[in-house]
């Protein structure tokens, strides 16, 4: 899944990205948006490979796009500066906390540009459906788009009300109507507050909580400058800044789940494996995941999760316990599940 690190020029979104993924951000790239992967850090996966010792073990990932920063001042050339986000599955909005103090309003500030951005192509979408409309057509096609210059004017009006098209709880046809477009304001989004050295032990603000709820806190830039440090003195360093410890897995984690992935695992000698898949997404999503063909050829799956398993120790033990299921197609996978998929053919 590919995510969109986004905010206003200069609110450490370059930081941001060079912190997550270790690559160097090129200012030159950002305009096209430059792309940067990160491993998940997950200490179940560790304990998987620790007991069964594969030739290889690979952790989800998420791959990062740094972006051009929005212009607080050129409102009508921010949407084509956002432009290339909308591929993107979802957008990590970075704040800039470490040197504007109403994070508020920035927050409200850039939900609007995105909104803008949207209505733009929801406005244009809907004067040609309508013109379309007026023209004789199958009775088929005129009925698809009914329905869809319909939605587009729900979603208008959610616009208009300042509300999101996400408040709408879309059915799966009828985002599926109007997935081509790729809206900014239907992606997942995870507030992060960059904040400066100061600023790092303030509360989040209320007006701030309100608006995000799971908004959090990081300090990138910081980070970056103690792992440089020899660690005597960088622990010394912590202990004066008040830091518990590094928050860079934390965070990744965090911006995972709020991307709305979870995680399978697939063990064995050859390969531990952590898989991500959509949340909800059920046990012949996850074979596609492995592979198409083990979609199409899905028989069943044997399932064990991950706490189960450790906690009776072997699959032997797990089997003996009756933790060890077999699940069918419409099993929805859960964070955690350890899968072996079993195929026909
Ligand atoms: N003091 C301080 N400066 C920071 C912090 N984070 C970033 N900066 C500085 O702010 C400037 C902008 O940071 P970037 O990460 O390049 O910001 P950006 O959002 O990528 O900026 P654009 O790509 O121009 O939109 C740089 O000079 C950083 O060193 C911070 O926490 N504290
Ligand atoms: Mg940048």
Request: glycine share 8%.
């Amino acid at each position: 899944m590919k995510v969109g690190i986004v905010g206003y020029a200069g609110s450490g979104k370059s930081t941001v990205f060079h912190w997550l993924t270790g690559v160097k951000p090129d200012p030159a790239k950002a305009q096209h948006g430059q792309t940067g992967v990160a491993r998940i850090p997950d200490p179940r996966l560790d304990w998987l490979s620790e007991l069964f010792q594969p030739k290889k073990t690979t952790a989800a990932t998420l791959d990062f796009l740094d972006t051009p920063g929005l212009m607080p001042t050129e409102r009508r050339d921010n949407p084509r500066r956002l432009g290339v986000l909308r591929e993107g599955g979802g957008l990590v909005v970075v704040l800039n906390g470490y040197s504007e103090s109403d994070l508020a309003g920035q927050l409200k500030r850039f939900r609007d540009e995105l909104i803008f951005a949207d209505l733009e192509i929801v406005t244009n979408r809907i004067s040609r459906l309508e013109d379309q409309l007026k023209k004789a057509r199958p009775a088929k096609e005129k009925e698809l788009q009914q329905a869809e210059l319909e939605l587009l004017r729900r979603i208008n009006a959610t616009f208009e009300q300042e509300r999101t098209p996400a408040s709408l709880r879309l059915r799966d046809d009828e985002e599926k109507l109007i997935r081509s477009f790729q809206l900014l304001t239907l992606k997942p989004e995870l507030v992060l507050v960059n904040c400066g050295d100061e600023t790092l032990k303030q509360p989040l603000p209320a007006d701030l909580l309100a608006l995000a709820p799971t908004a959090i806190k990081a300090a990138p830039k910081l980070e970056m400058e103690l792992t440089e440090l020899p660690e005597e003195d960088r622990l010394l360093f912590m202990e004066e800044m008040g830091l518990p410890g590094f928050q860079r897995d934390e965070i990744l984690r965090s911006i995972f789940a709020a991307m709305g992935q979870i995680v399978f695992f697939t063990v064995g000698e050859d390969e531990c494996r952590a898989w991500p898949i959509p949340t909800g997404g059920d046990a012949v999503v996850g074979a596609g995941c492995i592979h198409t063909d083990l979609a199409k050829t899905f028989v069943r799956a044997e399932v064990v999760s991950y706490d189960d398993f450790r906690r009776t120790g072997s699959m032997k033990e797990a089997k003996q316990q009756g933790v060890y299921r077999l699940e069918g197609k419409t099993y929805q996978v859960k964070d955690g599940d350890i899968m072996h998929i079993l195929a026909s053919g």
